[in-house]
């Protein structure tokens, strides 16, 4: 499997955010997106997911097979919210979430303690924390596989130590040939993972085009 | 700190569910999307609240004519449904938006349909928010005076016509969805499209009692109208919610 971007550009109400992003993906390899504030990290993971459409180019997946035709059925998207109902417990939660998404992986049990969330499935979503919220969507990315994982700032309000953890996590994910695209400053600690820096934002947030400057290690 | 390394990494054994689709998610959507309108913030009991709060004002202001009052019951009745229905649409989709759960329902349009996903909430906000409205109909109707037929005849309309409404407001709420106040604007997109159903359900709840109007074609009509709104209803709003992400 791969994931190819040739010549990507992503636009945000009419204004070009970005553009001329190229990549391509190996599977157990990691692309870590970087960039200060607005310089378009999270459009890019939203195009490459198909969220927001393309204003130019091309984002694929290759060799994906009958189960993983498309990015949109070979990704779990972990964005800014954390697509948890407070209303719920956090086990009736992940449950819902790896009957919808099926292809399931870990149980919602050992998903919960591999995030070190352990014994508190049965506490309502909304009783937790901001980092305990965080690490209970990232056990979401367990309960279903999915080959790619898009993962937007997937450590904000998260500690040290379960930064670590989700490091380490990402790191089995690659070794087990995943693909993981992160806007992330966490060191992923991988031998193959690529970087993309994002251009420096206009003055004006939200201003005019900026081409992204590429880092290390790309096409 | 768990040491990840010697956890169990995740063989094909562990992948216990079989490749099915369909039938799993939709039950699960179901499952939850009850589960959240039943406890608290879900807002069942609001729109049964409002319904009696309807009805019962009615029988001050047109006054103890209890024949009028038999008369105008079907009418009342509906309109009272109709009116709460409306109420609790605006958060069909808004509540997933707001914790970002749309953007993962969204992704699932090429595993299962979007628009069989949103058939699904639909039908769980109906069984939800809007089928404790028909169980409360009959009670309702006892305020206005009305006899039993016509009781029955009230709530099997409403049991068959109400799904059309929420599949109309299906398509109203997702347009509305990113509006941070969209409540009153769906009620304003929904309303001329639901009075066909209005009519057809009065109309077939006064053929029930009023001997020379027929009973049957207005109340298969109806069921047409519910019908034929499950499909478009669905189809409609799964393309709105489509290009509605931002």
């Known amino acids: ?38 310089s378009g990290k999270s459009t890019l993971l939203r195009v490459i997911a198909g969220l927001l459409p393309r204003a130019e180019g091309d984002v694929r997946i290759e060799s994906g097979g009958e189960t993983f035709p498309t990015i949109a059925s070979a990704c779990h998207y972990l964005g800014h919210l954390n697509a948890m109902k407070t209303a719920l417990s956090v086990a009736e939660n992940l449950r819902f979430w790896r009957d919808f998404n099926g292809d399931g992986q870990l149980g919602v049990e050992e998903a919960l303690e591999t995030v070190g969330l352990g014994g508190i499935g049965h506490l309502p979503f909304g009783y937790l924390s901001t980092g305990q919220r965080r690490r209970a969507a990232i056990a979401k990315l367990l309960v279903s596989h999915r080959p790619l994982w898009l993962l937007d700032e997937p450590t904000a309000g998260l500690d040290k130590a379960s930064e670590t953890r989700f490091a380490g996590l990402m790191a089995r994910h690659c070794a087990e040939g995943g693909i993981v695209v992160a806007a992330t400053h966490l060191p992923l600690g991988l031998d193959g993972a690529q970087a993309l820096v994002m251009g420096s934002p206009s003055p004006l947030w939200g201003g005019s085009i900026r081409e992204a400057e590429r880092g290390g290690g790309l096409l | 700190m768990v040491s990840y390394d010697n956890r169990r990494s995740p063989t094909p054994a562990l992948r216990a569910d079989p490749p099915h689709k369909g039938e799993g998610e939709v039950l699960a959507l179901v499952l939850r999307d009850i589960r959240l309108s039943i406890r608290a913030g879900g807002g069942a009991l609001t729109g049964v609240i409002f319904f009696l709060a309807v009805i019962a004002t009615i029988p001050f202001g047109v006054g103890p004519d209890l024949k009028l009052l038999a008369r105008i019951g079907p009418a009342i009745l509906w309109i009272g449904a109709l009116l709460a229905c409306l109420l609790g649409l605006d958060r069909l989709f808004q509540a997933d938006r707001e914790d970002g759960s749309l953007d993962l329902l969204v992704l699932g349009n090429d595993r299962h349909m979007l628009a069989l996903t949103v058939l699904v909430k639909c039908l769980a906000h109906w069984a939800g928010s809007v089928l404790p409205l028909v169980v409360a109909a009959p009670l309702l109707g006892l305020f206005m005076n009305m006899e039993p037929l016509s009781i029955g005849a009230t709530a099997l309309t409403l049991l068959v016509g109400t799904p059309a409404i929420t599949f109309i407001g299906a398509v109203g709420a997702a347009v509305a969805v990113a509006l941070p106040r969209g409540g009153l604007l769906i009620s304003v997109l929904v309303l001329p499209l639901t009075i066909p159903v209005l009519i057809f359900g009065v109309s077939a709840s006064y053929g029930a009692v009023a001997d020379p109007d027929p009973f049957l074609q207005p109340f298969l009509i109806l069921a047409a109208l519910t019908l034929f709104l499950a499909v478009l209803g669905p189809v409609a709003a799964a393309l709105a919610l489509r290009h509605g992400t931002d």
């Open chain 1, 1 to 38: 499997m791969r994931l190819i971007a040739e010549n990507l550009g992503g636009e945000r109400g009419g204004e070009r955010i970005f553009s001329g992003i190229g990549f391509a993906l190996e599977k157990g390899q990691a692309l870590v997106v970087t960039g200060p504030n607005g």
